[in-house]
């Protein structure tokens, strides 16, 4: 058995969420006053533990750690030693807002972390505080350097542009990458925010971004780019590091896609964009045997569609969705 859908496309690529959770309120991912999962709902670490067992016994290779914001999640280090010591485990990373990594990071290396994913929208400090309701950029700055120490490297840096809001800082957060070592993925904004504003004219494109960034630094396809990654990676010609655009509005990565999706409270999810969903954690729960999940991931991969972003690409509407991104999972 496998994690192959109908269309051929491999799923390799499992992203777990810990916690609905976060300390951030930033528009495009959750309400200023959200409700929250009670902890029962949550899965425990032992399930978590199990339901990536049985993934990687199907093929998958990597594993991210998302949230909401996983670092709030209550010993969160001790899950991921228990992630990284999984056999057949090729990658283990974790997705932050940054804000107590500063805290965590050597605590993170030691249990086993390979590498972090930042998001860090701007660097300007009240504009942080406008973007994410919370000012506390000085925060997610000593995490980035408290993560570089400790070694979990390639640090990426996720940057939403938006419209009107912080497109303009495209340059300045990519020359603040160059000078600390860290690679910036600009990812366009896409239609999972709580207050249902998005529409594509909010949307800057990572083209309109990488012709901005080659008038300052030219740059070229990385010829070592992995294709089934999300970002298509370019590297400067001066050789001081990389930049990376997830244009997953204007131009989908449907067709190859990889990942998989599991939500907190324990719901399988094929895409992002398809509220269909398998709950594992009843089957977890009920006494199902191994055999009897990993049944069950198949089958919902099974009817996977060709992907929600080409959708909303052809239609330039969103797609409604009975989950914001802080309930399904980075």
């Given at each position: ?45 032992e399930?978590?533990?199990?339901v ?156 309109s971004?990488?012709r ?19 970002a ?6 001066d ?74 690409l ?7 969705l ?9």
């Amino acid at each position: 058995m496998s994690l192959i859908d109908s269309f051929g496309r491999v799923h390799d690529d499992l992203r777990i969420s810990v916690t609905d959770r976060c300390n951030l309120r930033c528009a495009y991912c959750m309400p200023e006053d959200p409700v929250w999962y009670p902890h029962d709902a949550i899965l425990t670490f032992e399930e978590i533990e199990r339901v990536a067992s049985i993934a990687i016994g199907l093929g998958v290779r990597k594993l991210r750690v998302t949230g909401g914001e996983p670092l709030v999640r209550r010993d969160v280090t001790r899950l991921i030693g228990k992630l990284s010591r999984l056999p057949g485990l090729d990658d283990l990373s974790l997705t932050t807002n940054g804000v107590l990594l500063a805290g965590f990071a050597r605590e993170l290396a030691a249990a086993g972390l390979r590498r972090v994913n930042v998001s860090l929208d701007t660097i300007d400090r009240a504009r942080f505080a406008k973007l994410t309701g919370r000012d506390r950029l000085p925060e997610v700055l000593a995490g980035l350097e408290a993560a570089s120490a400790a070694g979990l490297a390639p640090i990426k840096v996720n940057a939403v542009l938006l419209s009107g809001e912080n497109e303009h800082e495209a340059v300045d957060l990519v020359r603040f990458g160059r000078e600390h070592g860290y690679e910036v993925r600009f990812i366009e904004f896409m239609p999972l925010e709580n207050d249902h504003s998005w529409d594509l004219g909010r949307v800057v494109s990572g083209a309109s971004v990488r012709r901005a960034l080659e008038a300052v630094w030219p740059m070229s396809p990385d010829p070592t780019g992995d294709p089934h990654a999300p970002a298509t990676r370019f590297v400067f010609a001066d050789g001081r590091g990389a930049v990376g655009f997830i244009d997953s509005v204007t131009q989908p990565f449907c067709a190859s896609c990889s990942r998989i999706r599991v939500t907190s409270d324990g719901k399988f999810r094929v895409c992002l964009y398809d509220d269909r969903e398998t709950d594992l954690r009843a089957a977890l729960r009920g006494g199902a045997d191994d055999s009897s999940i990993a049944a069950l991931m198949i089958d919902a991969l099974g009817r996977k569609g060709r992907g929600g972003a080409i959708d909303i690409l052809e239609t330039k509407r969103a797609i409604p969705l009975t989950r914001t991104m802080h309930q399904i999972g980075g």
